[in-house]
């Protein structure tokens, strides 16, 4: 199989709704934010982050971590798409259609 094939390559989505009510709460949201940043992902939109994987094994140890990275209270999602079907996202700003902002493809050295 082709290593660098649209149907292999995949991008992982995180979304989001974490409490900040409280001092704790948002400190647990900037930390996961932060963490999620030390791990590659870019910010899509405020509560969406991605990030480009060379492989679906690849995108499953950025879940794990991800996993391990959960606050203790809030909601959280995890999606991993093809870069086929990432290339098929419509964006639209005020009814305007836009280009998507997706973060460069990343280079991974083995």
Known sequence: MDR???YRIMWVLIFFDLPTETK?????????RKNLTKDGFTMFQ???YVRHCASREN???HLRRVKSLLPEYGQVGCLCITD??????ELF?????KA???PGQ???LF
């Open 106 to 108: 990343q280079l991974e």
């Open 46 to 48: 405020y509560s969406i």
């Open 100 to 102: 998507p902002n997706a």
């Open 24 to 32: 704790k709460e948002r400190k647990a949201a900037a930390d996961f």
């Open 59 to 61: 995108a499953q140890v």
């Open 93 to 97: 700003d005020s009814r305007k259609e």
């Open 84 to 89: 086929k079907q990432f290339a098929e996202i």
């Open 4 to 6: 660098f094939s649209e």
